[in-house]
């Protein structure tokens, strides 16, 4: 009795002293959890990997790279200057949950944070070219519509799958019975009875790719042919109809619908597909999900929807949960818990396994509400760590072909759309930019520079964006830069170099806009011989300077390098 | 002033000397300058240069390389004699001309018929895998050959009309360029004076260097890396290869004025200028449905005529030894017609064709059963084929990679050669 009295009371004095800062006695203590059960168990179990495999983590990011860090990943741009000051300056003990908070649930934020998950989205569900080919089935603004919808109310996750699953409608907006979802499955339902539908929805949300066993049982995972017809079987009532221009041949959009669907042996009772054995045999199929629940073999409509089955038989798949769990750690972190995401099972197992399924509980037990999720990840140890590696983890890179061990911050290229947004708003061109359809098509229009499509039945396409020539050449001399370093009356640099700043304090501010942080010495002293050579006309001694234009002419000068450099391309 | 909108005048060596001395203005010396290349003269001269036409989608091989009339699946079209000891498909009859060029390898045997991971297997030599990304033909051949061309100041890997495949663990450095078959490169201009952008370059190389120096990893440096090709790039004369349009009209017109037409012709120039890997891509193979409409009326007429102009121009202008072209997609078609008069993927039995730099040319390697659906001789794989289009190319098949992990890794997957193709 006495033992257990002395024991409660060294524990009350040791609470005491850790709440009392500044207390020379505080005992070390983990890393900050903020008080959420969720960041104290991410932070446990990613730590649980350091000790297994004896390595240390990096040092913590410095304000300004996190603060850019995670304005990037959560709304899809670089803070400005000004809202970087404000988290910088702030003293607030809680002042990073704030910002996670302020970027999830501010109104002001509302916009843009839907804008990014809608970009995200769009990408997974579309690609980037979906819908940009002519006499596409898909309608890429119907598609943003629909998600920017989702994402500014927030919609619960599994809603949303649902909904994506089971839509019906027209694909444009402004069309009579206009439903966006539709724009997922219309160009995947019509060809190759579906097999694209089927290879999509698995693997985006579930996380399992099936493509490869259409043919033939897959040598690695537990897929067999068999399950890849019978979850095909689920899209066999889907159709996309073309709507046509009037009078013309052009498609001016589509109208998903479900038909009673006759099988393909003529029963309509049991309407069975048949699927061909690598030895040329045939065999049926019906309607059976990935854990073996069969529904009503039935092809009527109304006696068996089967694409509403689907979409209820996929939220109660845990591996549901775990896909999406998996999929936003990866555009935190630039990689998930598997490689690739969306392939996930027994045959590739999960670098932190208990991690991943704890997660999608978590998804799942919170209503499906991705900003919850993106707030425990936001504030884990992990991701506020620098992208400076150590001696003692430099071995935990991916590129090594190394499982991820989140020791420190993995460098990854920003995407094109980031990109984009972040110039904007770093030169404050965002102000006035036309209405929201408008802005979209201006910038799809800037992306097309990148996107190679390869034409083939599955969509395929690749980005030259990430870290290439081409990318340098728009950097260098691109419009947007042209745009961004722009020096006519009005411009972001004019009234830069016409504020009452001092030319330190005009670099400082460059630096902080493009790379949130100060200039070091050297680069404070290239600056400022960038603007004694602008002012002496560039040590052409016969031309005639004028000292404004000089002013601003050195501005542009160090905007161009600051925007150029590796350090403000790369998340870091 | 020059005006960097003119370049000529002023070539890269002149203009990179102004960036070497641009420390005068007591700017920090510069480190973005190529390596000086002083032995240049000792390296023996290796001017061979390989040009992949990729048919994205997966081609029906059945229907233009290894023909099966009279058969419930050989489809609709009949085969024609060529200038070499094969036959080919009636819808190619200037390619029929060039055939003398190019061999048949009519036992490919693979196992990947999903685009994406055939695409990868195809490039490669190796099937996708989640540790490791392998380099790709373009960056495995610019990799091994770039230090034998010390002249050359454009990009080693081009690809035309395409994204071929990355450089995987060789790094950003050895990245395809990527370019529209017009030849407008876009964004080169830049319309600032030489003194101005040296300075400019000044202040980024001090920003770079100092993200580099923080030990956060290889995404910094390639950075830096691609910053000094760009450079070099904008400013090189060399750049004149891409301009299709001043070639003769004729010559322009023998190609085809599409797209793969221009395509190819810009990869002959390209081997001329000395870059040693071009892909040239034509999409559009993937028919699920109205396959025999398709390919005699849209395909075929396009591949047949700069495919063909492609084997004439490089026997005429004397490089056909030592340019090396393949044709390959990620796959075939099924021997089998599909209910909508169409094919679908299908990678068991196959075609490929391999020509020029002394590889055997005029030959069928290897057959099919009568209904094409399987190889009765020796099944040869992408490793294969990419062994010997290194051999052709006087790489050595012992050539080592080692990944970043330290795993080491033989050129070609180990790939064997095709000995028909040299015999």
């Not at chain 2, 017109?253 to 395509?263: A, S």
């Amino acid at each position: 009795m006495a033992i257990r009295f002395s024991i409660q009371t060294l524990s009350a004095l040791a609470l005491l002293l850790t709440l009392a800062p500044g207390m020379a006695l505080s005992a070390p203590r983990g890393p900050d959890d903020f008080g959420i059960p969720q960041v104290a168990k991410i932070n446990e179990k990613i730590r649980e990997t350091w000790v297994a495999y004896e390595l240390k983590p990096s040092q913590a990011a410095t304000e300004g790279e996190w603060c850019r860090r995670v304005f990037l990943d959560v709304i899809g741009r670089i803070p400005s200057v000004e809202e970087l000051q404000a988290f910088t300056k702030s003293r607030s003990a809680t002042k990073k949950a704030d910002l996670v908070g302020m970027l999830l649930f501010d109104d002001k934020y509302t916009e843009e944070y839907a804008r990014n998950w809608t970009t995200v989205w769009t990408t997974v569900l579309i690609g980037r070219a979906g819908g940009t080919e002519r006499n596409s089935l898909t309608n890429r603004e119907g598609m943003q519509k629909y998600l920017r919808d989702c994402f500014a109310r927030n919609k619960p996750y599994n809603d949303m799958v649902d909904e994506l699953v089971t839509a019906t409608g027209s694909n444009r907006p402004g069309a009579e019975n206009f439903n966006g979802a539709v724009n997922f499955l219309a160009m995947k339902v019509n060809e190759e009875k579906g097999t694209q539908a089927t290879a999509d929805t698995a693997k985006i949300f579930l996380g399992l790719q099936v493509q490869c066993t259409q043919c033939h049982n897959h040598p690695f995972n537990e897929w067999k042919q068999q399950k890849f017809w019978e979850f095909n079987a689920f899209f066999r009532q889907t159709r996309a109809l073309r709507q046509f221009v009037p009078g013309t041949r052009d498609v001016a959009g589509s109208e998903l619908v479900d038909q009673d669907f006759a099988g393909e042996g003529g029963t309509p009772n049991t309407a069975e597909i048949y699927y061909e054995l690598r030895n040329g045999l045939l065999k049926a199929a019906y309607p059976v999900f990935i854990n073996d629940t069969e529904i009503g073999k039935s092809g009527f409509v109304n006696e068996v929807n089967r694409r509403d089955q689907l979409g209820e038989l996929i939220q109660k798949s845990e591996y549901m949960d775990m896909s999406v769990a998996n999929r936003y750690w990866a555009h935190f972190f630039g990689y998930g818990f598997t490689k690739p995401i969306d392939d996930m099972g027994p045959h590739n197992p999960a670098s932190h396994p208990e991690l991943l399924e704890y997660l999608g509980q978590q998804v799942r037990e919170h209503s499906y509400n991705l900003k919850e999720l993106i707030r425990w990840i936001t504030l884990s140890e992990a991701y506020s760590l620098t992208s400076r590696m150590t001696k003692a983890n430099e071995g935990d890179d991916p590129l090594l072909g190394e499982t991820p061990k989140f020791t420190h911050f993995y460098l990854r290229q920003m995407q094109a759309e980031e990109l984009y947004e972040s110039l904007l708003v770093a030169t404050r061109a965002a102000e006035n930019r036309g209405s929201y359809e408008d802005q979209e098509r201006s910038k799809t229009q800037w992306l097309a520079q990148f996107v190679m499509a390869f034409g083939t039945d599955d969509g395929g396409e690749s980005t030259t964006f990430n870290g290439t020539i081409p990318q340098a050449l728009m950097m260098f001399n691109g419009e947007l830069i042209r745009n961004a370093t722009d020096a006519k009356n009005g411009s972001f640099l004019w009234d830069l170099a016409n504020s009452k700043m001092k030319p330190q304090q005009k670099i400082d501010y460059l630096f902080n806009a493009g790379l949130a942080r100060r200039p070091t010495k050297d680069e404070i002293a290239i600056a400022n011989q960038l603007f004694i050579a602008r002012a002496t006309g560039g040590g052409n001694k016969k031309k005639q300077v004028d000292p404004a234009a000089a002013g601003i002419a050195a501005l542009q000068d160090i905007w161009w390098a600051v925007l150029n450099s590796n350090e403000f391309i790369i998340n870091h | 002033m020059k005006s960097f909108a003119t370049p000529q005048g002023m070539n890269r060596r002149h203009f990179m000397s102004h960036l070497a001395g641009a420390s005068a203005m007591t700017i920090p010396a510069l480190t973005m300058g190529h390596t000086l290349r002083t032995h240049a003269q000792e390296l023996k001269r290796n001017k061979k240069s390989a040009i992949m036409l990729w048919m994205s989608g997966g081609p029906s091989t059945m229907d233009i390389w290894d023909l099966k009339p009279g058969t419930n699946t050989g489809g609709e079209f009949q085969p024609i004699s060529t200038s070499g000891d094969v036959q080919i498909s009636e819808h190619m009859p200037m390619m029929a001309k060039q055939m003398h060029n190019a061999a048949i390898i009519r036992s490919m045997s693979t196992r990947e018929a999903d685009h994406g991971r055939g695409r990868y297997y195809m490039h490669t030599g190796y099937v996708p895998n989640p540790n490791v990304e392998h380099p790709s033909y373009g960056a495995v051949i610019s990799h091994e050959t770039i230090d034998q061309r010390p002249e050359l100041e454009i990009p080693p890997f081009v690809t035309v009309g395409g994204g071929s495949e990355g450089p995987g663990f060789l790094g950003m450095a050895w990245a395809p360029f990527a370019v529209n078959s017009n030849g407008q490169i876009r964004n080169l201009q830049m319309g600032l004076d030489e003194r101005r952008l040296m300075q400019r370059m000044a202040a980024l190389d001090l920003v770079e260097k100092g993200f580099v120096s923080q030990r956060r990893g290889q995404a910094a440096s390639d950075h830096q890396n691609i910053l000094k090709k760009t450079l070099a790039l904008m400013t090189s004369e060399q750049m004149k290869a891409f301009r299709v349009t001043e070639e003769p009209q004729e010559v322009q017109e023998r190609y085809g004025m599409d797209n793969f037409g221009k395509g190819c012709l810009m990869a002959r120039r390209l081997v001329e200028a000395g870059v040693p890997f071009i892909e040239v891509d034509l999409g559009g193979w993937d028919m699920h449905n109205d396959i025999f409409n398709t390919l005699s009326n849209q395909r075929l007429p396009v591949l047949d005529r700069a495919m063909s102009a492609l084997f004439e121009d490089l026997e005429q202008r004397g490089l056909i030894e030592d340019t090396a072209v393949m044709w390959m997609g990620e796959f075939s078609r099924t021997p089998r017609i599909n209910g909508n008069t169409g094919r679908d993927h299908w990678a068991r039995s196959w075609s490929v064709v391999a020509g020029g730099a002394g590889m055997n040319g005029g030959i069928a390697v290897g057959n099919t059963n009568s209904d094409g659906t399987r190889v009765e001789t020796e099944p040869y794989t992408s490793q294969d084929v990419m062994a010997s289009v290194c051999k052709s190319l006087g790489i050595s098949l012992e050539t080592t990679f080692t990944s970043r992990s330290g795993r080491p890794m033989k050129i070609a997957n180990s790939g064997k050669v095709i000995k028909e193709l040299f015999a």
